[in-house]
């Protein structure tokens, strides 16, 4: 079995890729990569204690911000250096959608919601994992108020028919139960799909690749998701389809 665990980001004009997805994680190793992973945690903050003050968000890493508001550059640098060597020496898979919401509106006078067009996707993504490892998986989310119902009765009605809805749907039926949601703050694994995201929106997309990054902890950032880009099993979708 494997235990996925997946983030979004949220689109506005300053970020107009509406991003979702995370990795997938063999439910034999749970146990040593938390340890992995608490270990990083306690190196960095001091405390292995899962909580809002030490939680590993990718734009607070980055920006210095929230519990890394007093953290120096070169630290959380080095923090991100520290889950990129556990995402490529563990080759954690890691599976992601991109949505062009500006174009995905422009080519549908009826345009589906972004962050459920993403699921869809998302989930179909997912399947095609277990199915190529022939086992099976449970779903973890980060708790967004506005998204968990509706979440949870799609994917509902998508075990009911056996697919998504889109034109090719892939059938269901290795994704267990339900949808699980809780705060990235519990969850390590959710919080490193979260600085996955947040590094995937920052140097991947393409309106990241029209930018020259000429400071230093933009320099340092990029090389570090190059490293996990290359370093481990990494799939993204592009909706609309290049």
Not at 101 to 119: K, M, T
Not at 209 to 220: A, L, R
């Amino acid at each position: 079995m494997h235990l996925i665990y997946f983030d979004e980001n949220k689109f506005s004009e300053q970020t107009p890729y509406f991003l979702i997805g995370g990795i997938l994680i063999d439910s034999n190793l749970v146990s040593s990569y938390e340890k992995i992973l608490s270990q990083i945690q306690y190196n960095y903050f001091g405390t292995s204690v899962l909580t809002k003050e030490t939680e590993f968000h990718g734009i607070d890493i980055f920006q210095g911000k929230g519990p890394h508001k007093h953290k120096k550059l070169e630290d959380r640098i080095q923090l991100l250096r520290y889950i990129a060597d556990f995402i490529i020496q563990n080759k954690i898979p890691i599976r992601t959608v991109c949505i062009d919401v500006h174009q995905h509106r422009a080519q549908n006078r009826y345009p589906q919601p972004e962050y459920s067009l993403g699921l869809q996707l998302a989930l179909e993504s997912f399947e095609e994992f277990l199915e190529e490892k022939n086992t099976i998986g449970l779903v973890f989310g980060d708790y967004e108020k506005d998204e968990i119902t509706q979440s949870i009765l799609d994917f509902s009605q998508f075990k009911l028919d056996g697919k998504t809805p889109l034109l090719q749907g892939r059938p269901f039926g290795r994704i267990m139960d339900t949808i699980y949601f809780t705060h990235s703050h519990h969850s390590r694994f959710l919080q490193i799909s979260d600085v996955i995201l947040y590094l995937i929106n920052r140097f991947s997309v393409e309106t990241a690749n029209m930018q020259s990054f000429t400071k230093y902890h933009d320099q340092e950032a990029r090389k570090i998701w190059n490293s996990i880009k290359e370093g481990t099993d990494y799939k993204n979708f592009n909706w609309p389809k290049k």
